[in-house]
């Protein structure tokens, strides 16, 4: 294992702390890693420790490499310093992805607080993209980026239909940064179509990191669960990532958008409604048609099969035919199909 | 355990199925339990069996005593008959409240989809209201009311500082009913200061229930993980009611508001900026206030007490008090003293 | 869901009481159902109520049926009373199967403490055999049925290779059943090559239930892991028997014996040793063997294939071919060829 | 955070990894932290680095320091070498405690397989003892320690009252080394009256580490709660040890010994008859006997205090008093009087 600080910006006093995995040997099958970058919180003035090594380590656990960004605060913490302090972090991984082991496009950011700012603004407006985001009780709208000195936009207004998806949690009870940060980065996500998954506590303080007994006081009130963002967000990137072990990587189980209706090709991921809605498309799957007519049993009785394809419209197809166990060996073939027919 | 299905409207076919745990005798020092009234979903088209008894089960075990009100659907589903039916079975739960064992300020109701939505007309518009209500991918919205023909405003409109704390959950990826619903009611609970804990997960079907195997096909996508609403859920109802057990019920650790700055008085449970900006309570505080500027150890080097008052300006100030260990024996004459001190 | 309390014998007070879920309908593809039979503890004395229905909540959440038997205790409570009670209830839910929708093959016994006893003589000394056991906190060992009256051999030393998979839970410091009951049982099964789990937790007291919170006084020591028995035991039951849903039935993953090596005939789940140890088998398989040598991997470099396998030798060929990936798609053929010869 | 290799002999390439974390700043109120150090396994043949670095992983998380010992394997591997490259291990971390910020009183070791050979002999004959150990599908016996070289006593046999509580996992299935190692280690710890805690999963493979996904091949077989021992080992060890956080550290609740019987003074810990059965403490309880008559309710109807006390003679006092509610505010000033009566 590579364990090592490097100084990325000796003025304003940046590092980047490598922590990278064997592969190979008796890690057979691992040729790489997916990755996380820590990005850790306290209001630009500096950067916690209780937000960076202690979060790298369950990550580690489960076969990432992990690295945690020191960036700017304080007197140098001022916009855009910190993005900037990103962009040369996350080029230099790359740059060096292979000698730290990493797989290029399974890097996802961890940002705390302050840092779930930066971690926003990765997501948005970088120029060197992750490829999903972690958002703890992260500062994600203007006011709130205005009290901690930040000028620039929230972060929620720039979510576009090219931002990675994102895991966010919070405690309802944060009294440092207004949950309404965290529902307003959920509204826009969800006007990209945007994949997300966000977990808000019933109570706690704010800037609890992993919630581990070692890192809190004993008067602290926050309840067990909010503990399990960690293991959930490993799940959730190994969702997105697909599972890696000793026979490789396995195919993702969850996509960066709920549908592909915004795409220029139709594709199995497309809804119900929009590929049914298309003449092309309908004509070339009237084979297909008839099997989902004869297999797909009503949810209420009474249901024509008409009706249920309503009640099903805005599924995927390939939820439809996968949930209904319908010509499921033949999905590759009906995505190639689909692909050559233009969505319009 | 009593166990029995009482017909609430014969024409329309309303029941109420009652499962009331014994208490007393070997469940030494339980004389009363919380309860939890289910809703299955159905689309006010027929109600779920998957949303049913299968739901009960887990709230029995925690010790509470289970309801599943299977309503007006099909051609008696029209609104307000789903709502009437609601309140016949909440007012009769607290007229035979004692027979069956239940604590009447302690009923939580739980309703998916459908269900989801006449729980939250229950927890926002109805005169029976429930203490707390369990919201599963439920319909919130006007407009997806409207799919499945309720003429009524959404829910997430009539949200009010008397709408109980809520718990939500849904996945991201819900075809049915779109995740805007989830949405939406938490903008709505954010604005009134209720209490609410949310998990919406990464991917996975509408109408899931408790995601128990036995319930889903195996073709069906969904994470381990979106199970966990169910026992989160439990341990939220006993976070807000009071853990209890065979020496009678804990305090609650979690309360319906994030603060009391809207009540009439003051309490140690308002925030610390309306606490200290009010000139009675600042004088009567004085001690407490030179204590405080002893003990309270700044987030970041040269803070100042003034930058740390301001940066704890949204807790409570029992919050405050509590993490930093500080007269946490005096809580209760605090609190009485304040609650002398008008909220002005 | 049906659930009646039916008198098995009105002079001694045995009842039954069962709780049977639909199927059918909306539970489409289950058409019966794996079941519990729940034998609560009370020394022979009493049966407690601490331990029927709220144990029966879980199993019936995760699509089981559930029935409580009540058995002879006190004055009735003296041997072998209470085995001839087991007797009853297992034959009459074996006689009314269809009416109750369970899987005749699919019963498991769970007993606490005394009832633990009476799940272990279920297992190994009945005529109506349970197809799996979950012992809790049980009696298990002569000296310790002595103590509470029953004056037959302890459990343990009748265990043999017809006695069925066995799931057991003690907690470390239990103070009213030494943990050497537990241990004595192990030590059986394990020479009777029979399944079994086993957790034994760190400290807490006897007689704790499921351990949910309703359960105990809040000055009862215990780890809060000490409630996992629950889950882990529901899910063991499921690798025994299979995990079912709407799709019906999936193999189980489980097996009643480490091996085959016991049985008449050789198996894909005879050990590796046994089957090449077989001269007509190693005839047989010679081509397999060309692939394995090929295939199989070393654990440490310079082993030879040979010492590879002296290396498994106690694994079963399936797992051999299961983990190094061999041939899976051959498993069905494989082992129907392997049953033709002679286990000698 | 500290990472470093330490070469220990050259020549026999025994090296000790340190991953030690910071104290101060941040992490208020820690001011050293326990430690786990981890001895791979690998059949005295090699060290493993799958139960290596991802196996220190989850404790670093948990607040621990971990050490890594890449012991004597191989031509080196004869034993008693790898017994002195543990207690030179141990002894360099008492030795440099202060730097790595260690309690010298609070490391346990870790071992898999022929480390968990290692690991138990650390706990049973080393001059270095640790103050726990956990036990992964280790090498126990003397037969199969034979099977891998070792030719000294197994381990099991070595077991007495200065063994260290033992915290054993492992799979029933595990064809290389069998399950019989594990079980003859809980027989000779609780004939030692020493704590332990085990967890024997249903089946699985030898070798699976922490069974982290990216550490196994897609075809094991291996049931998910077969990961639990990572986080139970944990909750375990702060059970032990008390858990620590930012107000320092908190008492153990669990004890190294069932009872206290076997010292030369009583104390509450020791057990009710072994208390009640001596004169002098008879008389010094006078009063508080007097308390128990009228707070103790019995176990069942009918029972009496005598009856009770009989039921309850193999708890401590500490524990029926705490279950009880007895004068527990009483605690420290009964066990200080008692320490002042000789156990005879």
Redo the contacts between chains.
């Keep these: 294992?590579q364990?090592e600080t490097i100084q990325l910006n000796e003025k304003r006093n940046v590092t980047l702390t490598v922590m990278a995995?064997?592969i190979g040997?008796?890690?057979?099958?691992?040729t790489a890693?997916p990755a996380v970058l820590i990005l850790p919180g306290?209001?630009y003035?500096?950067c916690?420790?209780?937000e960076a090594?202690?979060v790298a380590?369950?990550y580690?656990?489960?076969?990432f490499q992990a690295f945690i960004l020191r960036y700017s605060t304080g007197e140098h913490g001022h916009w855009p310093n910190p993005l900037e302090d990103y962009e040369q972090a996350m080029a230099l991984i790359h740059a060096r992805a292979e000698e730290w082991h990493v797989i290029p496009d399974q890097i996802a950011v961890i940002g705390f607080s302050a840092g779930g700012h930066l971690a926003g603004a990765a997501a948005t407006m970088s120029v060197n993209r992750p490829n999903a985001a972690i958002l703890g009780y992260a500062v994600l709208r203007a006011d709130t980026a205005a009290e901690i000195g930040v000028t620039i936009p929230g972060i929620a207004e720039l979510v576009d239909e090219k931002t990675c998806?994102c895991?966010l949690f919070a405690t309802?009870?944060d009294?440092?940064v207004?949950?309404?940060n965290t529902?307003d980065m959920?509204?826009a996500l969800?006007r990209a179509q945007t994949?997300?998954?966000?977990?808000?506590?019933?109570?706690g303080?704010h800037g609890y990191s992993?919630g581990?007994?070692?890192?809190?006081?004993?008067?602290?009130?926050i309840?067990?669960?909010a503990q399990?963002w960690v293991d959930?967000s490993i799940?959730?990137l190994?969702?997105?990532f697909g599972?890696?072990?000793?026979?490789g990587q396995?195919e993702p189980?969850?996509r960066a958008h709920?549908t592909d209706d915004a795409e220029a090709w139709l594709s199995l991921d497309c809804?119900v409604s929009r590929i049914f809605g298309n003449a092309e498309a309908q004509r070339m799957l009237t084979d297909l048609i008839a099997v989902m007519r004869e297999k797909i049993?009503p949810?209420?009785?009474g249901m024509s099969f008409e009706e249920m394809m309503q009640?099903?419209?805005?599924?995927?197809l390939r939820?439809v035919l996968?949930?209904?166990?319908i010509e499921?060996d033949r999905f590759h073939e009906l995505d190639e199909a689909l692909r050559r027919i233009p969505n319009i």
């Design positions: 294992m364990f995995q064997d040997g008796e890690f057979r099958g691992v890693r306290g209001g003035m500096f916690s420790d209780r090594e202690p380590m369950p580690l656990k489960a076969g998806p895991f309802r009870t009294s440092v207004p949950i309404q529902l959920l509204n969800n994949s997300f998954e966000c977990h808000i506590y019933g109570y303080p992993t581990d007994p070692s890192l809190l006081g004993s008067g602290v009130m309840p067990d669960r399990d959930d799940v959730w190994r969702d997105l599972v890696f072990g000793a026979d396995a189980v969850c709920v809804s049993v949810f209420a009785p009640a099903m419209s805005r599924m995927t939820q996968s949930e209904r166990r499921t």
